[in-house]
C-alpha cells in the first residue's frame, strides 16, 4: 500500500499478508495472532488492522466474505494472487533491510 522507506513502513501490512498465506482469518484474530506470534512485540491495535484490512481489499490484494459463526457476523478476509505478490516485495524489502541492521551491528542483533 505504501512506498514509504521509513523503519516501520509495510509491517503491519506484511504481518497481515503472511498471516493469511496460511487461511482466512478476521480482522480482531489477526490482531491477537500478530501479538501471539510475536511475543507481543509487534501489537498493532484494531485502529491500526482495520484500516489496512479495507485498504487492501480495495487495492485487490485481499477478498473478504462475511460468514456466520456461533450467532456472530464476521468479515474472513483471503490473500488474493496480487496479496502473494504484494507479500513477496515487502518481504524481499524487509529482508533486505534485517541484513542491513546486522551489518550495522556488526553481525548479530544484541538485546539488552
Known amino acids: 500500500m505504501t512506498e514509504d522507506n521509513s523503519f516501520m513502513s509495510g509491517l503491519p501490512e506484511l504481518a497481515i499478508l503472511r498471516l493469511l498465506t496460511n487461511q482466512e482469518m478476521y480482522g480482531y ?4 495472532a500478530i501479538a501471539a506470534r510475536t511475543g507481543a512485540a509487534l501489537s498493532p491495535g ?6 489496512l484490512l479495507h485498504g487492501l481489499e480495495k487495492s ?3 477478498k473478504s466474505r462475511r460468514k456466520s459463526v456461533s450467532g456472530r457476523s ?12 504484494r507479500l513477496t516485495t515487502l518481504t524481499t524489502r524487509w529482508s533486505e533491510l534485517h541484513g542491513a541492521v546486522l551489518a550495522l551491528m556488526g553481525g548479530s542483533l544484541a538485546v539488552r
Do not use: C
Not at 484494531?46 to 484500516?51: K, S
Open 29 to 32: 484474530e489477526i490482531v491477537q
Open 46 to 51: 484494531e485502529g491500526v488492522i482495520y484500516p
Open 60 to 62: 485487490g490484494a485481499l
Open 74 to 85: 464476521r468479515v474472513y478476509y483471503t490473500l488474493t494472487t496480487k496479496g502473494a505478490r
